[in-house]
């Protein structure tokens, strides 16, 4: 696993379920990553427009949240064309490449915290 403790960058992190939250969070902090938690895209929304610096958004989406998750992510890539994207959906274990914006990437449930580390890096680079 790459050294991640140097990235400084800053994650939005949107999640609903609060223990699955925890566990991304503490896993990003310990790689030196500054985390910024929102439960809701409408929150996520907010969080942008207050927090300049976020290069990430990593967004968990389920069928609980009022907006498609995917509807959220095309809406965020043509507002902030620089903030890269990391999707996962709790119930879908695929999406094809051109469902996802060109920014992003789909990560399939159960996260492989290696896995979500490098591709925040490669988004990060």
Same mark, same amino acid.
């Given at each position: 696993m790459n050294d991640h403790s140097e990235l400084g960058s800053t994650v939005l992190l949107i999640v609903s379920e609060?223990? *699955? %939250? @925890?566990?991304? %969070?503490? &896993? $990003?902090? /310990? &790689? +030196? $990553?500054?985390?910024?938690e929102?439960?809701?895209?409408d929150k996520a929304w907010i969080a942008l427009e207050s927090t300049p610096d976020v290069q990430v958004v990593l967004a968990d989406f389920d069928a609980r949240? /009022? !907006?498609?998750? *995917? /509807?959220?992510?095309?809406k965020l890539h043509k507002r902030w064309p620089a903030v890269? $994207?990391? *999707? !996962? $959906? +709790? @119930?879908?274990?695929? *999406?094809?490449? @051109?469902e996802v914006p060109e920014n992003g990437c789909f990560l399939p449930r159960p996260l492989r915290v290696d896995i979500l580390l490098s591709e925040i890096t490669r988004a990060t680079s």
């Open positions: 609060p223990v *699955l %939250c @925890r566990g991304i %969070c503490r &896993a $990003l902090d /310990e &790689a +030196g $990553l500054r985390v910024v929102v439960e809701s895209p949240m /009022e !907006t498609s998750g *995917l /509807e959220l992510a095309h890269k $994207l990391v *999707l !996962t $959906l +709790g @119930r879908m274990r695929h *999406l094809s490449p @051109r």
